[in-house]
């Protein structure tokens, strides 16, 4: 990577109970994403993969570590110190029609990033509005609707423009089309992608679909239980997978390519409760190749190649132990 925008170091999110008992949301994970690049965020629901994106946001406040945004560390900021920031930095959620207020118009929605944050002269928002909403493919007549009388695909467009009016670095896309159905779904990722393309934007694209993360990302991170057991640039993690958990979240798609499919994995069950979390591999009550050792402590990330990390004691042997585990 060239040029960082966003630097996460030792990220930590507890949310506690009662007593000492805490949730484990987000367990030490550390990554970056460089200016104009999109890092796909992948796993299981649970995994703490909404956690991260509001972290980065400060939308939660991290128990420990660093998050540096052009190399300024914004957990130390105060309220205040972070307003002028929030231009540069925006969310698209996941639920289009939960996200809008359904007693604002199209225009006034938008333009609430403008207002908040007194970005230019409000004489000029009517322009910027009517630009940013034709960049995602939605005319002047738009302006005055309301959420109702808009599609999925309109609702989610307008969401877009309204995280891209401020010309943000970083918008964190928090599985933005889950909920869409999958021609929608294909409309809405080309138009992210070319929007990045035009305006440079970063992305932070969060998901559970791996065949969607690997479409949009130039780089993959791998979430399981708050940790991150794997991360490399996508075609290096799509043609050599070595932590076993990303096995399974490719082997339970079926790629068209029949050369990339992977044996069927053994991996079952439930991820387990993030409550008070044991320093052991997070994965081994789900690891169909573990061994004692793996419960020693939680595994270093170790280098598989260059920019490409497993947290696997087996990572060197992962595709040939699981060949002999799997069912034919
Ligand atoms: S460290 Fe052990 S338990 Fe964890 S994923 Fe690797 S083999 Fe499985």
């Known amino acids: 990577m060239t040029d960082t925008l966003v630097a996460v170091e030792g990220l930590v999110k507890r949310f506690y109970l009662r007593g000492q008992n805490y949730v484990g949301a987000i367990n030490g994970i550390s990554f970056e994403i460089g200016r104009g690049e999109t890092l796909g965020l992948v796993g299981e629901s649970g ?82 509005i009517t630009e940013i909403l034709k960049r995602v493919g939605l005319g002047p007549q738009y302006l005055d609707r309301f959420p109702i009388e808009l599609t999925a695909s309109e609702q989610q467009r307008v969401g877009i423009a309204r995280a891209l009016i401020t010309s943000p670095k970083l918008v964190v896309l928090d599985e933005p089309t889950s909920t869409l ?64 958990y990303t096995r ?5 798609v079926l790629s068209p390519d029949p050369a990339r499919r992977l044996p069927r994995s053994l991996v079952v069950g439930e991820i387990p409760s993030a409550i008070n979390p044991r320093r052991e591999c997070p994965f081994y009550s ?43």
């Open 181 to 244: 159905d999958p021609t929608v779904r294909e409309e809405i990722l080309g138009l992210l992608r070319s929007l990045q393309s035009s305006m440079s934007v970063a992305y932070l694209f969060i998901s559970h679909d791996i065949m969607a993360v690997e479409r949009m990302s130039h780089r993959v991170a791998v979430m399981y239980l708050g940790h991150i057991v794997e991360q490399a640039p996508t075609a290096a993690i799509m043609a050599d997978p070595r932590h076993p």
């Open 47 to 128: 995994s703490g993969k909404t956690t991260v994106g509001r972290c980065l946001l400060r939308l939660v406040e991290p128990t420990s570590g660093r998050i540096r945004f052009e190399g300024s560390d914004i957990t130390q900021l105060t309220k205040r110190e972070l307003k002028p920031l929030r231009s540069r930095l925006q969310m698209v959620f996941q639920d289009p029609f939960a996200s809008l207020n359904p007693r604002r118009t199209v225009r006034q929605t938008v333009e609430e990033p403008l207002a908040l944050q007194r970005y230019a002269p409000a004489h000029a928002w009517l322009g910027m």
């Open 286 to 328: 789900r690891c169909p190749i573990r061994l004692d050792r793996c419960l020693d402590d939680v595994p270093p990330m170790a280098a598989v190649g260059p920019e490409h990390g497993a947290a696997c004691l087996r990572w060197r042997e992962t595709s040939e132990v699981l060949a002999e585990v799997a069912p034919e």
């Open 248 to 252: 399974a979240l490719m082997s339970a």
